[in-house]
């Protein structure tokens, strides 16, 4: 519920001037939110209600509402109306530890959860084969998470491991790593890559963010203390919540 001095509050809503009206309708809802007037969860007024207030049409308000969930600010609930994003924090990972993503969030007193989208043995496509060392013949074992922390989800990561390895993808329990560790297996060392992207509609309705939302790529390829590759995992990061941090030292060559 809004009080009657708050933006959206039963007196009217007052648009700065110049330019168009939505983008004028927008960047009232945009101060609201920064101001923390209204957040992330509160719901907007309908959109008959908006109008009114803010004496505009409803066409108005339907393309500045549109522009704002396109943005990530708000998000449209079928049935239920349009509230405000949630906005998680920001997380940073620190680029030189080899930790799982469980142990992460744990270091950081923050709830984990995984949601399994998907997990299985398979005949290996070309690029797990190279990348895993797999032998001709050799099945992997696929599984594909959503990975939530404080309940927001940050990431979707697919891991492919030799079936040899990991038998019972589906039986990972919470953390990929602690059931890797049992049987010996958990990596020891690892090489990432990682790029920029833009999320494709399904990974960004999974991420719960606009389509072709900046994300982060990143690929993973883990190694036993054998030198055997252990994991291949591709995953995509949200763009706005996840921060890597690397510590850079001068080299030997460039100290003075
Ligand atoms: C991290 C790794 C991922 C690994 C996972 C294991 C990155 C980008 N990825 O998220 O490759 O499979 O940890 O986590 O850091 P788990 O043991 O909690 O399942």
Redesign the pocket.
């Known amino acids: 519920m809004f009080a009657q001095n708050e933006p959206f509050g039963p007196g009217g809503v007052s648009l700065p001037q110049g330019g168009p009206l939505y983008l004028q309708l927008k960047r009232v809802i945009e101060d609201a939110v920064a101001s923390g007037a209204i957040r992330p969860g509160d719901a907007l007024p309908s959109e008959r209600d908006l109008a009114l207030k803010a004496a505009v049409s409803r066409v108005t308000v339907r393309k500045a509402v549109q522009h704002l969930v396109r943005d990530g600010l708000l998000v449209q609930r079928h049935g239920s109306g349009t509230f405000v994003a949630p906005q998680p924090a920001r997380v940073e ?1 620190s680029l030189s530890q080899l ?7 744990a270091r950081r007193g923050m709830e ?1 959860r ?1 949601v399994l989208l998907d997990s299985g043995i398979s005949h290996p496509s070309p690029e797990e084969t190279m990348a895993l060392g797999l032998s001709p013949g050799v099945r992997v074992a696929r ?1 594909a ?1 959503l ?1 939530l922390c404080g309940g927001n989800p940050l ?1 979707i ?1 697919r ?1 492919a491991v030799s079936a040899d390895l990991l038998p019972d993808p589906a039986d ?1 329990g ?7 560790e049992k049987s010996g297996h958990r ?1 020891v060392r ?1 090489i ?1 890559r ?1 790029r920029a992207t833009n999320l494709d509609p399904a990974d960004a309705a999974l991420l719960e963010i606009a389509p072709g939302s900046a994300a ?1 790529h ?3 390829v ?1 190694y036993l203390a054998s030198g055997r590759v252990v ?1 291949f ?1 591709r ?1 995509v ?1 949200r763009g706005d919540t996840y921060d890597f941090v690397a510590e850079l030292r001068v080299g030997e060559g460039a100290q003075p």
């Open positions: 990972q930790t799982s993503f469980t142990e992460d969030m984990v995984s599984v998470r990975r990431a990561e891991a990972i919470s953390s990929l790593y602690a059931h890797l990596p690892a990432q990682i982060l990143i690929e993973r883990g994991e995992t995953s990061y």
